[in-house]
């Protein structure tokens, strides 16, 4: 569930990521469980619970299962306690990786997650390792046929925002953690139809990778966004422009 890039714009429209319905409602419903036991079930007051309300709807998912969650969640219903981890690890090329992950087990998790960076030229590290190269951002993400860019920019940044970035097929706006709800009320109010928003990690840096090193890598993403207990990956690599047009053929 991340794709704060060009390549993974690229990947969403073939298909690639996310696309087994089944694995992202249990993400789905993870986060809806783990943000109304941390901030209460009224969506209202937990701008968390909201946001992953939004991202429920947005799969289509049913309103029964919704309002399950919650309840687990509080304690009305006997559910699963879930443990929030951010991972850390190092991919091909010297790239980074933060993910974050729900899961009831880490004892199960760890080793997981270890094999699947081992099996692509990399390895999971200790805490420190590649959390210095990201900054946490609000993150509001629209399609381009929603938006102009002359009309997102005035919104966006006379509300607080940092930044409007070209995604390919997406805009994606930026600001600090603390802007992020007056930025996304910002863009709404100017008529503008919002896809998704988050906090979420930005890379400081951008390495650039093309060729094997690049096949690797995405296939390394995809394999991490595949796991259960998975429900963000953040990278601090950017395909190069030969790379991006290769694969938009």
Do not use: C
């Not at 970035?165 to 600001?175: A, C, N, P, Q, Y």
């Amino acid at each position: 569930m991340s794709g704060h890039n060009r390549w993974s714009s690229i990947k969403r429209h073939k298909g690639a990521i996310d696309s087994k319905r089944g694995k992202l409602f249990t993400k789905i419903i993870k986060e809806i469980t783990v943000s109304a036991r941390l901030g209460g079930g009224d969506a209202g007051g937990n701008p968390r619970l909201r946001h992953a309300i939004d991202e429920a709807k947005a799969a289509n998912m049913p309103g029964e299962n919704v309002t399950r969650a919650i309840k687990k969640g509080t304690g009305e219903l006997e559910g699963v306690s879930y443990e929030e981890i951010t991972y850390e690890g190092v991919g091909p090329a010297g790239t980074l990786f933060l993910i974050e992950a729900l899961t009831d087990n880490r004892n199960r998790t760890n080793p997981e997650l270890r094999k699947v960076f081992e099996r692509h030229n990399g390895q999971l590290s200790s805490p420190g390792a590649a959390a210095w190269a990201f900054d946490e951002k609000g993150l509001v993400f629209l399609d381009k046929e929603h938006a102009t860019e002359e009309k997102l920019f005035e919104a966006a940044v006379g509300a607080g925002a940092e930044n409007v970035e070209d995604l390919g097929e997406r805009w994606m706006v930026s600001t600090d953690k603390l802007s992020l709800e007056p930025v996304r009320a910002a863009i709404a109010a100017a008529g503008m139809k919002i896809a998704s928003f988050e906090l979420g990690q930005l890379p400081k840096i951008k390495k650039t990778v093309e060729g094997r090193d690049a096949e690797v890598l995405i296939n390394l993403v995809e394999a991490l966004e595949d796991h259960d207990d998975v429900q963000k990956v953040f990278t601090d690599f950017e395909l190069s422009e030969a790379e991006l047009q290769r694969m938009s053929q």
